[in-house]
């Protein structure tokens, strides 16, 4: 069992930086695929940024790609999403979301509003 905690989320004008943060548990920690993915209201989750390994190549959503960073730390059993030059349109709930030995784990969420 993998139980993931999200963090980070709140109100930011646009334009303004945030940084999610989402711990996880376990002792393999670095062997879960990590994404983050995020629901705006009255819409489906949508994928935003994945990474499999520490310093791996990480993949992103078009929409987000220049402005967000994906990293983890598996010291710290923890994947980060650095979102920068926020937009209106970014407003979600963010989910962090862990993949390991062929099982999907969520976090609980954690909202981020960009005010214009």
């Known amino acids: 069992q993998v139980q993931l905690v999200d963090s980070g989320g709140g109100l930011v004008q646009a334009g303004g930086s945030l940084r999610l943060s989402c711990a996880a548990s376990?002792?393999?920690?670095?062997?879960?695929?990590m994404g983050w993915f995020r629901q705006a209201p009255g819409k489906g989750r949508e994928f935003v940024a994945s990474?499999?390994?520490?310093?791996?190549?990480?993949n992103y959503a078009d929409s987000v790609k220049g402005r967000f960073t994906i990293f983890r730390d598996n010291d710290k059993n923890t994947v980060y999403l650095q979102m920068n030059s926020l937009k209106v349109e970014d407003t979600a709930v963010y989910y962090c979301k862990a993949v390991n030995s062929g099982i999907t784990y969520w976090g609980q969420g954690t909202q981020v509003t960009v005010s214009s």
């Open positions: 376990g002792r393999t920690f670095g062997t879960y695929s």
């Open positions: 990474v499999i390994l520490q310093g791996g190549m990480a």
